[in-house]
Nanobody, 122 residues
């Protein structure tokens, strides 16, 4: 399974971005897909996850009400819609996949994309 993120960039506080994670390979809809982020000097943290059936799990308290995850099974793509962005949202955003249930445990994901940079400043 291969994962490719896109959609990152620079935005002013209060702005929005939509990240995409496109999966390719063997049975991509068989996997739970999670979004993680890593701020400079900090550990990677779970943000949101979409299970194999599309059920959402939320992990980062700071993004509740601002970030949403959605999944298009036909396009093998999971989206992370980020609204009302703040400087503390700056970091590299990764998507990851595992063939079991969603979890916020980084070590339990078998497949990772290379990440996409999100910078909120201005």
């Amino acid at each position: 399974l291969q994962l490719q993120e896109s959609g990152g960039g620079s935005v002013q506080p209060g702005g929005s971005l939509r990240l995409s994670c496109t999966a390719s390979g063997i049975m991509p809809d068989y996997y739970a897909i999670g979004w993680f982020r890593q701020a400079p000097g900090k550990d990677r943290e779970g943000v949101l996850c979409s299970s194999r059936s599309g059920v959402v799990e939320s992990y980062a308290e700071s993004v509740k009400g601002r970030f949403t995850i959605s999944r298009d099974f036909d396009k093998n793509t999971v989206y992370l819609q980020m609204d009302r962005l703040a400087p503390e949202d700056t970091g590299v955003y990764y998507c990851a996949a595992r063939d079991l249930a969603c979890t916020d445990q980084v070590a339990w994901y078998s497949y990772w994309g290379r990440g996409t940079q999100v910078t909120v400043s201005g």
